[in-house]
């Protein structure tokens, strides 16, 4: 067990809709990193947030957005949702504000759009 | 989008033998990277890393060798067990905030 907790576990929805995917980090950590995990993509590094900040962008599509609120918790908002957006979500923690610090990893979201 | 490969998409072993499992990268400026391992149904692992001044870490089991002539990495696991069936990622840093993963290699153990 990393720490990390991501809720929920499963999600099905349908095209159009928006969701959103609740993540919370090591208990100290201040970095929230969100990942996609797809079959054609591999991982990929969406966003990452540090103490409230954005700190840094990866390959997030215009319809995503994020945010972390003050207790430290992420949510990543998805929405015009389509079914190539059907992945794997991660989010990741640490409690520096770069790569150079060790990201502890939840056990995802699986999200279907149908 | 952006990745670092992969030579090996599969690797099967036998239990007690050592694995190797290699990774190419792309960005010679790279100076950090790092092997993940995820097990089914969870989310990656962090393993061990490296950094780019260096040409080899040990850590329990593990050994990642960083080639930087010809932009090679490889992670080596010493008497396989089935506990590290799994898949393996290498990941590259582009700048501070940034990892870039490789598309990953599935390790199967079998006795």
């Known amino acids: 067990d990393s720490g990390v907790t991501q809720t929920p576990k499963h999600l099905i929805t349908a095209t159009g809709q928006r969701v959103t995917l609740r993540c919370s980090p090591r208990?100290?950590?201040?970095?929230v990193y969100w990942y996609q995990q797809s079959l054609d993509q591999g991982l990929q590094f969406l966003i990452q947030?540090?103490?409230?900040?954005?700190?840094a962008k990866g390959n997030i599509l215009e319809r995503f957005s994020a945010q972390q609120f003050p207790d430290l918790h992420s949510e990543l908002n998805l929405s015009s949702l389509e079914l190539g957006d059907s992945a794997l979500y991660f989010c990741?923690?640490?409690?520096?504000?770069?790569?150079?610090?060790?990201?502890?990893f939840g056990p995802g979201t699986r999200l279907t759009v149908l | 989008g952006e990745s670092v490969g992969l030579h090996l998409p599969t690797l099967s072993v036998q239990e007690g033998d050592n694995s190797i499992i290699n990774c190419a990268y792309s960005?010679?400026?790279?100076?950090?990277f790092i092997w993940y391992k995820q097990e089914s149904g969870k989310g990656p692992q962090f393993i061990i890393d490296?950094?780019?001044?260096?040409d080899k870490r040990q850590g329990q089991r593990v050994t990642v060798l960083l080639n930087k002539t010809v932009k090679h990495l490889s992670l080596q696991i010493a008497a396989t067990q089935p506990g590290d069936s799994a898949v393996y990622f290498c990941?590259?840093?582009?700048?501070?905030?940034?990892?870039?993963f490789g598309t990953g290699t599935r390790l199967q153990v079998f006795p």
């Open positions: 990741a923690s640490s409690v520096g504000g770069t790569i150079f610090y060790e990201q502890f």
């Open positions: 208990s100290g950590d201040l970095s």
């Open positions: 947030y540090y103490n409230g900040e954005e700190r």
């Open positions: 960005n010679s400026a790279s100076d950090y």
């Open positions: 490296i950094r780019s001044n260096m």
């Open positions: 990941a590259e840093t582009r700048g501070p905030d940034k990892l870039i």
